[in-house]
């Protein structure tokens, strides 16, 4: 099988420094079936050291630890999100300057036809299918859960004062809760993960036409991204994209 990667990340209008990071295979990496967002948490400190530590944690983690067909993905995502976790901390308690640092993070790992997802904050992950855009993950944000409850409506999420608060984020406990995925992943489909500075400005329902083959990866996440930035860019943008072209040999 070929797995296309393309990315598009940028600080965006606003923040003076990216606090995004991200993982896609290079073309010889050992892990071919990996792709990583985690946007560091803007209103503490060093959000960009966090982002960075959780994603090569990860990343570590998978190099120093094979998954194939016979281990439990999931379970082996949760681990790695959890490694990933304890590397905040531990920098977070040796550093006062790193104190209270934090990240989201959205991890999908493609095996064969499925796409396992393992998510902790408010970035997310998509599945593009025959067109349809499908958000996969939810959101942990305090604006989601007063959606939930019914007290402010899906079009006053972007615009609430508190849309910034996270309920769950790496680098705040010592155990953190992971929400666990699995979907299909078939040829042509697109899986999209992305920081909250592309969906607080698009909505990617209203460009499902850009999501055929006849569009390229690259075509895809700089019109994603250069609409973010063009309709506010208040926050860092970052969009990890990949499209399926084949079972896996």
């Known amino acids: 099988m070929m797995l296309e990667y393309c990315t598009f990340t940028h600080k965006g209008h606003v923040r003076k420094t990216n606090q995004d990071y991200f993982f896609v295979p290079e073309t010889m990496h050992s892990l071919q079936r990996v792709l ?26 998978f190099t120093l630890n094979i998954v194939d067909e016979k281990h439990n993905i999931k379970k082996a995502i949760n681990e790695a999100i959890q490694y990933a976790n304890s ?12 104190r209270d640092m934090g990240t989201t993070f959205t991890i999908a790992y493609v095996q064969n036809d499925k796409a396992y997802i393992g998510h902790v904050g408010d970035s997310r992950a998509y599945i593009i299918k025959n067109g349809e855009v ?88 700089n019109t994603l991204g250069q609409k973010a930035l063009d309709a506010g860019g208040s926050d860092n943008v970052t969009i990890v994209a990949a499209r399926n072209f084949g079972a896996f040999e």
């Not at 967002?37 to 090569?56: Q, T, W």
């Open 36 to 61: 990583i967002v985690a946007d560091g948490m803007g209103g503490h400190n060093a959000g960009d050291i966090a982002s960075k530590i959780a994603v090569e944690s990860a990343v570590d983690y």
């Open 87 to 98: 590397a905040i901390l531990k920098m977070a308690k040796t550093h006062d300057k790193y």
């Open 134 to 221: 499908i958000q996969v993950t939810r959101d942990h944000s305090l604006v989601q859960e007063l959606f939930e409850n019914g007290t402010i409506t899906k079009e006053q999420m972007n615009l609430h004062p508190n849309r910034n608060i996270l309920t769950n984020a790496l680098g705040l406990e010592d155990s953190t809760q992971v929400d666990l995925y699995e979907v299909d992943f078939n040829e042509e489909d697109v899986l999209l993960l992305c920081t909250d500075g592309l969906n607080l400005y698009v909505d990617l329902a209203h460009y499902e036409k850009m999501f055929q083959p006849e569009y390229s990866l690259e075509e895809i996440v």
